[in-house]
């Protein structure tokens, strides 16, 4: 009975589905938005005044997003760069291209 516990139990820890953490920025501004057309397949890069973690160089909007969800993020984030608006940002820390992580949400505080 002892051996069938024992298998129960790894079998849960190795079976158990490792999940994602999202990282939460407050206070935070854009200050550059870089966007390529043959990299990553037209990825836009976002230079953030704050980093942490895994997203110590900035965010990412993933071109790879649903068009109405990615031109929401799009919108957003060119709006909320030239008025140089605070913004609580949410990142995927196990999404990341160059030092950068993707972004999963943006809210602006006017």
Do not use: H, W
């Amino acid at each position: 009975m002892k051996v069938l516990r024992g298998f129960v139990f790894l079998s849960a820890i190795f079976t158990t589905p490792i999940q994602a953490e999202v990282i939460t920025l407050l206070d935070v501004k854009i200050n550059e938005i870089s966007v390529y057309d043959d990299y990553q397949d037209g990825v836009v890069f976002l230079g953030l005044s704050k980093a942490i973690g895994t997203c110590n160089v900035g965010a990412y909007l993933n071109p790879n997003l649903p068009p109405e969800v990615f031109n929401r993020l799009y919108a957003l984030s060119i709006s909320s760069a030239t008025t140089k608006q605070n913004l609580k940002i949410q990142l995927y820390d196990d999404r990341t291209v160059d030092g950068r992580c993707e972004i999963d949400a943006i809210r602006a505080f006017y």
